[in-house]
């Protein structure tokens, strides 16, 4: 699985961005997603993960209540929805694959089999 994460950019405090990660296929739907973060000087760290069938949902609790994940299998992709931005949400995005999560390992990197490349978000004060 080929992963393509974008959507990133520069937005000021208060506002939203949708990152978007596209895989390549045929077992795309198949793989649980995620979304990962690392901001500069510091350790990537889980924001979100949902599973193949889009039924479970897990949250950083440092992002609950103002991202959204979701996916489309017909589109082969996964949404990161991000409202109320905070200067600290500032890093690089990453979306993952991983072909099992469960809440005893979603947020460990080493969970997922396939990195996309990231994307850049700026969060302005």
């Known amino acids: 699985v080929q992963l393509q994460a974008y959507g990133g950019g520069l937005v000021q405090a208060g506002g939203f961005l949708r990152l978007s990660c596209t895989a390549s296929?045929?077992?795309?739907?198949?793989?649980?997603m995620g979304w990962f973060r690392q901001a500069p000087g510091k350790e990537r760290e889980f924001v979100a993960a949902?599973?193949?069938?889009?039924?479970?949902?897990w949250y950083a609790d440092s992002v609950k209540g103002r991202f959204t994940i979701s996916r489309d299998n017909a589109k082969n992709t996964v949404y990161l929805q991000m409202n109320s931005l905070k200067p600290e949400d500032t890093a690089v995005y990453y979306c993952a694959a991983s072909q099992f999560l469960y809440s005893g390992n979603n947020a460990n990197t080493r969970a997922y089999d396939f990195w996309g490349q990231g994307t850049l978000v700026t969060v302005s004060s």
């Open positions: 296929g045929r077992t795309y739907g198949s793989y649980d």
């Open positions: 949902i599973s193949s069938s889009g039924g479970i949902i």
